[in-house]
């Protein structure tokens, strides 16, 4: 069983920065896909960020590229979401997720087989 918790999330003014994390516990987190999406109130989860088992391959949605990069490190089993250049449509519940199945995986469809609880996190003007 993969437990992941995340963690970073809070309030920041447009412009701002944050940088999420989310520590895994209980598998072999070298191994997995990871990702980051985010759901605001009202709107579907998106796609926010993944990244491949080694970290050698980043993929991004189109609008946070530029502003968010996702990177991990294998020996504190976490990864990591920094958020730079926050603007207001930002605001989300940011979670983490896990994909074991990495034959198949797809970063932004999955499947993802752990979730975390998610951070919140809110970008005011």
């Known amino acids: 069983q993969v437990q992941l918790v995340e963690s970073g999330g809070g309030l920041v003014q447009a412009g701002g920065s944050l940088r999420l994390s989310c520590a895994a516990s209980g598998g072999t987190f070298s191994s997995y896909g990871m990702g980051w999406f985010r759901q605001a109130p009202g709107k579907e989860r998106e796609f926010v960020a993944a ?5 050698g391959t980043l993929y991004y949605a189109d609008s946070v590229r530029g502003r968010f990069t ?6 504190k089993n976490t990864v990591y979401l920094q958020m730079n250049s926050l603007k207001p449509e930002d605001t989300a519940n940011y979670y983490c997720g896990a994909s074991l199945q990495v034959r198949i995986w797809e970063p932004a469809r999955g499947p993802y ?3 975390g609880q998610g951070t919140q996190v809110t970008v005011s003007t």
């Not at 996702?70 to 020996?75: E, K, L, T, W, Y």
């Open 51 to 55: 990244i491949n088992w080694s970290g």
């Open 113 to 115: 087989d752990y979730w």
């Open 70 to 75: 996702i990177s991990r490190d294998n020996d």
